[in-house]
């Protein structure tokens, strides 16, 4: 990492390297932020995540998803622990699938601040039938390598 | 969900929580609205429907699909329980494989008025042919993220 | 066919060839068999029948699954039309997954008396948990060859 | 099917619901055609023909290929058993592989005189290299959904 | 169901058609049994639970795991919603990979005291590490059908 | 090949390097051997024929199926052009899935007296349901190395 | 083929229908066209080549490729025979990745005179890497049909 | 976790929890063990690790091998980081990979005394052949449920 | 390669034919290039390496990603051997996903000034996230045949 | 390797480290053991060969194959470098499928008298049939690993 020292970027960090409890609510989390080592670039980061829980807020049983998130990052990189923090603040709480994919999305945009983002939540099914949600915000920067996702569509049994 | 209320949001359904009856026909079916809790916001929500069953007009054996249904949502989601139900009223009549896709594309236009949307209707071969239908409304809102399908296609044996 | 005749088949069926209407019940629907042309020969039909349907006995709601159904003939095969339209009999009629799947697969042996039979039933997802039931009559005949199934398993999402 | 019955439908066709013997030559075929029930409307068919033999013209050996045709119907749509028929009639005739991959989209377009039709004619290998042939009518109405094939492409062992 | 009443299965349960909340730790679950209705017929029933999750006793993140479970049963099938429960009772409870795996086959074992019992955890990796625990109580009953369970193994990236 | 010379294994043999026309019916088929290179050695060869077709007995319709077949020669190989031309000599004759697959592996013990044979036969689906025919020999002799098929299992769609 | 005799396009070729020796170098094998069918129409015609070898220059051991090629016909298809010869000329002979790739794709050009071509070259590791070369002509014709190649990525082990 | 208690349990560790640098080689490292929770039950773990690398004892050139371990733990489980930092410990030195893959085992055996232990061992491809490496300690406890590991075989391109 | 000599080829290289050491750290390592054998022609040459470790700049331990990397070279190709042997530098090295990931990319940038480059890295999970990074030079050369990747992606357990 | 010291053992190897040329027959092909670094463990080592190629006897043109084997090593392993060479040495001399793959593991065990020795040949496709070869040597040591092979089988189109 040419411009950023080690030292430095661990110091404004607050839950790296310590035991962090499990944040009780999304608003309990900090995400937290390092800075992007080649901010000049228009590259693409994509997280997978498929350890996902919450709540269903009308029946109050668990929901799980499994999320793929790519964005191209501005000054700042996210902090991978204090995501996965993030992401484990939602386990007791309730959540309906649509607005939770999009929150989590816009919870990184105003943390990030990046020039894209976009987010991709399969839900497990209920009922038997799962839903997806897919959203980006605005344009991605012009000449960004983005490939598609790949994940595999849900099906029945056979 | 920031601006809708849980309690308010089920009290203007009439099926969710209840026991209801499967449908006679899809003209008994009552397909359902909730708000939808990002209405400034271009996303896509899509279902999977691998449970579909109808009759062949022609027959009167039992015809099979499986559904991929996307949809840019403007003010309304669908409502899960119903949109099921929906799709259970047409287990006891005919219908053809390419209007059945269409009608029910076209009753959830008529019910969520979305910025857009499409179907994806895959139906169990006939006569060792099987057939799919396609269909979408005009045109996805600009940058909006609709990842591709991905449905493994049809094959014979071996 | 070596040792019958065509026209002998076909005669002492009742439904080959005729439009028939879905049974009401299990009980209303008539499996029928043919000879067996190689009644000797120890060897294996497998049926793969991936559009089946009935009702939740607890909710009402459909239920799907996808069978299959490995047997050694003795003096009959099932006749395929008769399956199918004894499988679809069980379209509005009350069925639980295990029972039913043990239902199907004792009404063939009952009507074919095969010297082996096994059942393989995927049913489609309720409450995130699907359920399979595998079932066979005793031993395989000795030397009969009878390839694993190979069916993909149930994953969730991602 | 909103405006077209059943029973008109049905009077007009010459071949479904009747025996018919496999047509000698493609040009004994009668390719026929039903009302679309959407004529109004931009949609796709799929039909995937996993099922097709004719005969190498240069050596009379038999000839195997898998087709997959999308086409945007204009006032017609493809009556399915005329087209089976249509396609068993090469069954015992000389036909290269280009040639016959084009002669049955032209013909299809001839009979339903599509918006759009594409074909994609998988044929198995000969002398280890097996060849595809893709062939589309201009260009997809304008907001028409299609997607991509997803046919696995030839490999050899291992 | 030959031998057992619907209206008598349901009233001896205490979960099922009610709103039930997350037991808060396994000993609060009640894991409840239905008759089973072929006592005599040694079948294998399948469960596939994609949907699990618990905390790590070492560091009080979140865990997750897919299980598949097989079983004959004796006298007894498991009630699925409250195994269901049951399952979701280990969410803020710290459990061992390996030991968990075994508790929740051994909680099986004393509810329904099958013929014979498996069980497969797949856990999501921990230090790039993967885990899997298997487990059945002593022999399968002879001739028992129970095929391969042909889960994808974990594989890293690429 | 240790004991046989390339020109005595072709002089014997009436149809390779040979125009030779598909054979009118199966009688007409001339099934041709070939000396076995290591006759004292118990070794399996596996032949996969996926381009296969025939008559439907009832309807007349075109059948297709995928057969793999497993033997442990004797003291002769079949000759691969006399059996592609055998399987061709079907094209045009009726022949029902069960009858079919085992007159094929008999017509293969008859010329080539093997140690033991395997045969698997893949049917395209008719109504929906796939049929697969297996049966073997006897015994395979101690200590012969035969994998397993793995051949990709029917499923519907989606 | 409409418009060309079988005959007439036989007599033009010299090598099909023949024993025909591996030519010792590309230089000396004969790439052959035969008349395009349907000249009028802007197709694509896929080759898959999965059987392809020759030396690496600076080892002198065997390399090993698979090949696609992708071409829209103008007034000639490759003769297929002439082709697989062509490859195999490679067989004895010294070639780049990079280099062989070009080149056997602008002997095609040279030959066919085609609207469009691209071609795909899949190489075998050396050093645990292996390279995969592409390329095309200029622009694929207007409203061109042309999938994309789902050809299978490289990994490694696992 | 019955019998052990978790404080006890992490006091006799010397790695968990600490900051522990890759040991130099495989003697510097050192592997713990943890008490088996369920030592009266035969149960298999499996510890998949697609992350090993050494070195090449012939050109001093990096390997890499994706291993898989199955064990029936005796007295004592293998503490999982220690295990992780104890495969680290081959980084930097040379290593066959028969005799790496079977060193490995056998280290773990020496430390874990289980009742059974496998390996298997996939390393990258040298010279465009890789080589797997399978051992296992005498006899699988009986009624021990042990699956096929269902790895992906190597395979070249396209 | 119509105008590069064998023997000047090598004679500018440092690396190729002989025995290297693993460079220390990316300084030491040399990369090389090799003229392009058809420099007036845009192509793309996709390098495949899934044999790369770095370490953790923030814990010290093992790091492991697969690397696929696609350029349309100008005046040069890079040189095979030194290519490997500058991935191998990084193995002793700390280096952050992100950053590891341009850096390569920028090396081969500086070394090759291709017309156009792109790098996926797919990295390993660690705390159950694995990252990827995707990263392209400017817009690609017009009419450049590049294929997606088709890398499968990450998924958990099941 | 604990009993062999590097040294000792290049030392007796007559083409490692050094350029070979491909050896004109298998006769000239110098096929070299080295010693087994655990002679007294029954293990397995599997070799995967994708790159092998010679020459139809009957039509003088390339055939390929695709080669697993697997070995309990006696005293000696079989040097990489060698085998490799050793297959390379068919190239260009005539094979049939059924004999190469016996002489290929014969001349295996002549050099190094494995315990067991197994060979699957997987040949490509001529005439539209594949043709495997599977063969082993008497028994597998009692209670040694070896798994599955799990190699696809092969398939037509589509
Ligand atoms: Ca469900
Ligand atoms: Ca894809
Ligand atoms: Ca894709
Ligand atoms: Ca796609
Ligand atoms: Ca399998
Ligand atoms: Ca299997
Ligand atoms: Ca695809
Ligand atoms: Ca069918
Ligand atoms: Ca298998
Ligand atoms: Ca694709
Ligand atoms: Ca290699
Ligand atoms: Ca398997
Ligand atoms: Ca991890
Ligand atoms: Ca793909
Ligand atoms: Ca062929
Ligand atoms: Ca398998």
């Not at 989590?104 to 943390?111: D, F, G, R, W």
């Not at 799962?130 to 915000?137: A, G, R």
Request: include cysteine; charged fraction near 20%.
């Amino acid at each position: 990492m040419a411009a950023t020292k080690k030292t430095t970027l661990r110091k404004s960090l607050t839950q790296l390297g310590k035991a962090v409890a499990i944040p009780e609510t999304p608003d309990d989390a900090k995400l937290e932020a390092v800075p992007n080592p080649h901010p000049g670039t228009d590259y693409v980061v994509r997280f997978t995540a498929p350890e996902f829980t919450c709540l269903c807020p009308v029946t109050g049983q668990p929901d799980f998803a499994h999320f793929v998130i790519d964005y191209v990052p501005g000054k700042a990189l996210v902090e991978s622990k204090s995501f996965k923090l993030y992401l484990s603040s939602f386990r007791n709480n309730p959540a309906f699938h649509e607005d939770t994919t999009l929150v989590i999305a816009k919870k990184l945009i105003e943390v990030l601040k990046p020039k894209y983002l976009r987010i991709a939540g399969y839900w497990y099914p209920r009922g038997g039938i799962p839903i997806d949600v897919f959203w980006q915000t605005g344009t991605l920067p012009k000449n960004t390598f983005l490939p598609a996702l790949e994940v595999a569509p849900y099906r029945g049994r056979g």
